[in-house]
């Protein structure tokens, strides 16, 4: 008896969990919405990241500017004595092996942790990183695809888009009117990108026709409005949910 296997399914690879101290070595500003920095440091030696939508853990300093670094045992991540430091999970954009510089996109908004850090940081300044555990490596050429998300997905969606063939036109849907976020993906004229409100991507998500197969469905943002498009999606168009993949990024409190 011969099992029958999906075709094209995104597959998961493991990776060994280290933490890394990193040091800013330039900072930008990117459409008016996002600081670009690049970090380098010789424990980026070995580092990967395969999967689009992977993320790293980033521990912000706290304002003594020390805490314990954790280490990796036999019995899980262990931590040193004091308080632990506020962390958040940002996509690895880029990542330049042969210079160990890896680069991340901080979203800049009010009362986030990470955006302030992000606003006052000068090159020098370090924090550390863990990961990432793993990757869904999603292959690039299927023929429909379609990507969801807020400002938080916007980096991976940058580098899905960087990744992605020419001749692949997918549909993006960005919950976001703000004029500074479109800029942020003005380069890639081969993709149908809309920007629109909750309600607006909801409705256009019921009026999508997906092909029986051959497809790849990419959602995040606030949690309960992911779960929500998913679960819309899953029953109204009948997808195969190994194709579809549907991410918290955030929560609201």
């Known amino acids: 008896m011969t099992l029958q296997t999906k075709p094209n399914l995104p597959q998961r690879v493991k990776n ?7 040091t800013v070595k330039s900072k930008e500003t990117v459409a008016g919405c996002f600081y670009r920095i ?10 990967t990241s395969r999967g689009f939508d992977d993320h790293v853990k ?10 314990a670094r954790p280490s990796v045992t036999d019995d899980g991540i262990v931590w040193g004595e ?5 962390s958040r999970d940002y996509t690895p954009l ?29 090159t020098g300044d370090t924090l550390l990183i863990g990961g990432p555990r793993g990757s ?9 695809q379609l990507y969801v998300c807020d400002e938080s997905g916007l980096p991976a969606i940058r ?40 309600e607006s991507i ?16 990419w959602i995040t943002g606030e949690g309960r409005d992911v779960k929500k498009l998913n679960d819309e999606l899953l029953e109204t168009h009948a997808l195969d949910a190994d194709y579809v993949r549907a991410v918290a990024y955030w929560h609201h409190k």
């Open 82 to 86: 004091g308080p632990r430091p506020i």
């Open 38 to 47: 690049v970090f380098s440091s010789p424990e980026l030696a070995g580092f």
């Open 58 to 67: 980033v521990f912000f300093p706290p304002e003594s500017g020390e805490f």
């Open 16 to 22: 060994e969990l280290k933490f890394r101290q990193l």
């Open 202 to 217: 909801a409705k256009h998500l019921s009026t999508l026709e997906f092909p029986e197969s051959d497809y790849f469905v």
């Open 159 to 198: 580098r899905r888009l960087l990744s992605l063939p020419g001749h692949i036109v997918p549909t993006v849907l960005v919950n976001s009117q703000h004029a500074q976020s479109r800029e942020y993906l003005s380069e890639f004229k081969q993709a149908d990108i809309h920007w629109l409100d909750s």
């Open 136 to 144: 869904l490596v999603v292959p690039c050429d299927y023929s429909c």
């Open 94 to 122: 880029e990542f330049d092996a042969a210079r160990n510089e890896l680069t991340l996109d901080f979203y800049i908004h009010d009362g986030g942790v990470a955006s302030q850090w992000a606003e006052i940081a000068t």
